[in-house]
């Protein structure tokens, strides 16, 4: 059954799911490494749809090409929760969940250079292999074989977890960025910016409507501010409305009947760039109906297999519908240093820190409702 704008809009909370047709076959084990002489703590799912317990399951050993890592922090997503609940025709049971990561490396694999134990990392949600035609010409976000943790092999709701072909995908974090507010620059920070920054080209002046003010939404927000766009909010939650114009949002709108006439009204004529971070055939209606002739959407949220769109608006107007897919590892210095400069601040996007203890009750939490802001998973605490 079709939702309407506002049911859709009420789903932001935990961000835009990760496309599924773009992961390879899963291959479970492939970095489930031996054990070794202990077990880990993991959030370990055995049914999709029931409440997933915390388990002890066996430590693991980097793998040549790759590191081990001690998770020190990691997001909760609205992906997960999709994963969870057997969305994903890609996962297979058991497994643990989670791909937004921060921590340090525990061990190195004998292959890995550059790269050593003690060292503060992030990786991309996509894992690329490195070699591909599409990684030799440096999109690794759309690598043809490439692996997510907690979806394609066990993630990092866990003490540790494993990055593999490292070479190609670590990050290396900067001092003064912690842990918690380094988690999201795995998927929804960085997803964000990439879809902001390099898909949309926002600039300084324009008008850009974010159309859901969950996790992706909320960074998409920030990073359009900083660089001196004049931003639209749009979000059926109240509190995530508040974060959003306390992040830079020039105007908050809640979704209702003629939302895209108002947008055309604010902006003299329609946003120069819209940015879907649901995923909903009647979002990406209202963001194509929000834009002036020539102007660029960007859809980050993912749609069902199959919507009904009425597509006149953009043969008309002589939009561009733009799709983005996270952002590979060697494009991550700009962001950092945009980080660095105060100009944008992840770290103030977390709105709630857990325990993996917390974890059952915070996904069973997200089939009603989602907590505005970021939720950060301490493995340690």
Not at 207 to 236: F, N, Q
Not at 332 to 359: C, F, H, K, W
Request: proline share 6%.
């Amino acid at each position: 059954m079709a939702l309407s704008p506002v049911a859709c809009l009420g789903l932001a909370g935990g961000g835009a799911c990760v496309p599924r047709r773009l992961r390879p076959a899963p291959r479970l084990l492939a970095y489930r490494c031996e054990r070794q002489d202990g077990d880990m703590r993991a959030i370990l799912v055995e049914q999709f749809g029931v409440r997933p317990t915390v388990a002890d399951v066996p430590d693991l050993n980097a793998a040549d090409h790759g590191v081990t890592l001690r998770v020190q922090a990691t997001g909760l997503c609205r992906s997960d929760w999709h994963g969870w609940q057997g969305h994903d025709a890609g996962i297979r049971l058991p497994y643990v969940p989670g791909h937004e990561i921060a921590g340090t490396i525990a061990a190195v694999g004998r292959k890995v250079h550059g790269w050593s134990a003690g060292d503060r990392v992030t990786a991309p949600f996509v894992l690329a292999c490195g070699t591909c035609a599409q990684c030799r010409d440096g999109n690794q976000q759309v690598c043809l074989n490439q692996e997510q943790p907690g979806f394609t092999y066990w993630g990092s709701f866990a003490e540790y977890v494993a990055i593999p072909r490292a070479q190609a995908n670590l990050v290396r974090l900067p001092d003064g960025l912690s842990f918690d507010g380094a988690a999201s620059l795995g998927c929804r920070f960085a997803t964000a910016y990439r879809a902001v920054r390099q898909v949309g080209r926002a600039s300084a002046g324009e008008w850009v409507a974010i159309l859901g003010c969950g996790g992706v939404g909320l960074s998409a927000l920030m990073i359009a501010a900083a660089c001196d766009a004049r931003v639209i909010a749009i979000d059926i939650s109240p509190d995530a409305l508040a974060l959003a114009a306390a992040y830079g949002a020039a105007h908050t709108l809640a979704p209702a009947p003629g939302i895209a006439q108002s947008i055309r009204d604010i902006t003299g004529g329609g946003a120069h760039l819209s940015i879907d971070a649901i995923g909903s055939a009647e979002v990406v209606q209202l963001a194509l109906r929000s834009l002036r002739p020539r102007g660029r959407h960007v859809q980050v949220g993912l749609l069902p297999a199959e919507v009904s769109l009425d597509l006149t608006v953009l043969i008309a107007g002589e939009l561009q519908w733009l799709g983005s897919h996270g952002m590979p590892a060697h494009d991550y210095r700009q962001m950092l240093e945009l980080v660095n400069s105060g100009a944008v601040r992840p770290d103030e996007l977390v709105t709630r820190v857990i325990g993996l203890d917390d974890v059952p009750d915070a996904l069973a939490a997200m089939n009603t409702a989602s907590t505005p802001g970021v939720t950060v998973i301490r493995p340690w605490a």
